[in-house]
């Protein structure tokens, strides 16, 4: 018999590894759930703060309607009525609608913020919380406006509406959403063509992340250190998207699957790429590139797992942990006393070295994604 030797100390660090493995795994389990009034208490918290500070409404441009996709989540859980006349007056504000020309010959879906580029899923977010309001109220003007913009679009031949990846949690949920109220399947078919197409521009089979845009596919572009650069909140807007599309789509929809198995990956990828404190960095296989909090594409991970553990897409013993440790860094770090969501990246499309994101860096749209997760939070502990 041939027997193998091994220096002592290799066997002693083998086996404290073995120990550290085996007591993280059966702590995971351990870990204690934030109690459900907190929750309530810390969602009421930060949006308080920014109705407060911001009581009046802005236009329909995405980075206000993404605010209020979390708004209408938060009104969903608390049953808050100033919530939901917040999103109220928002959109009577805007008239319904996202960009306002009735030029049909002349609109267009590259990146505009003038109202021609109607077909721009910048614009057509709007329609989101749109539906929504219509669905409390039965009013149908709430709606008309995008069901005229989206049935024209899906009237054209183009498949290239959603080149950056953005734009899948701006519009895949509308179309899912007017499905639900139309009852017409092109909205299911066009939204699979138009997926298909960002998936073949944006799509990384290795990592199963999302380039931001074709501009920084690799190795075309590279993050400082040489690697692939996936940026946080352009992934976070895409995991969060898939959830919303996963939870309206027929349960037995023939495409439901290849929707749920790039949902899948990319949460299998993302616990790697978490940080010790629980926060994702903005280039998230270069955590050098950009270092330090960010909460934006945090809240928006941290909302996608805890919707796939709430519906039982995602094992709860995996992956609740990740889900605990980034509510730990959003509830700890990035939400400040006085109820100011903090470290949120400005707009932007990319990570950039050297730009300061502190405390005081806030914005709209990061504090939607904060309500979308402490939402699902509350349904979780509740």
Not at 150 to 166: F, G, K, R
């Amino acid at each position: 018999m041939i027997r193998f030797s091994f220096p002592k100390a290799l066997v002693a660090l083998s086996l404290a590894f073995t120990l550290s493995a085996c007591s993280k795994q059966s702590s995971a389990p351990e870990q204690v759930l934030p109690e459900a009034k907190n929750v309530l208490q810390t969602l009421t918290k930060a949006n308080d703060y920014w109705q407060r500070e911001n009581s009046e409404p802005g236009w329909a441009f995405w980075e206000h309607a993404a605010y209020h996709t979390g708004n209408m989540e938060a009104y969903y859980v608390t049953n808050h009525q100033p919530y939901l006349d917040y999103s109220m007056r928002w959109g009577e504000k805007n008239e319904w609608k996202g960009a306002k020309s009735d030029d049909r010959a002349n609109w267009k879906y590259s990146y505009g913020e003038t109202d021609d580029f109607v077909l721009f899923g910048d614009w057509q977010i709007a329609f989101q919380i749109y539906i929504d309001l219509y669905k409390i109220t039965d009013d149908e003007k709430k709606i008309a406006r995008a069901i005229e913009v989206m049935e024209y679009q899906m009237s054209t031949d183009a498949v290239d509406y959603w080149w950056w990846a953005d734009g899948l949690y701006m519009v895949m949920p509308v179309m899912t959403k007017l499905y639900h109220v139309t009852g017409n399947e092109l909205y299911l078919e066009k939204l699979h063509d138009y997926f298909i197409y960002a998936k073949s521009i944006m799509y990384d089979e290795e990592t199963g992340l999302f380039f931001r845009d074709a501009k920084y596919v690799y190795p075309q572009h590279k993050s400082l250190n040489g690697h692939k650069d996936f940026w946080a909140r352009g992934d976070g807007w895409v995991f969060a998207g898939l959830a919303k599309v996963l939870a309206d789509l027929p349960k037995d929809h023939k495409h439901r699957d290849e929707y749920l198995k790039v949902y899948l990956r990319m949460a299998e990828t993302l616990v790697g790429l978490q940080q010790p404190g629980g926060y994702w960095t903005r280039s998230l296989l270069d955590p050098e590139h950009a270092p330090g909090y960010e909460t934006s594409g945090t809240a928006f991970f941290t909302y996608g797992y805890l919707w796939g553990i709430n519906n039982g897409y995602l094992e709860r013993e995996r992956y609740l942990p990740v889900a605990l440790n980034a509510w730990e860094y959003l509830t700890g770090v990035a939400l400040q006393e006085d109820g100011k969501l903090g470290y949120i990246q400005p707009i932007g499309e990319r990570a950039i070295p050297g730009q300061v994101v502190d405390a005081n860096s806030t914005a709209n749209f990061g504090v939607g994604a904060f309500l979308l997760a402490a939402s699902e939070m509350y349904r979780l502990v509740k």
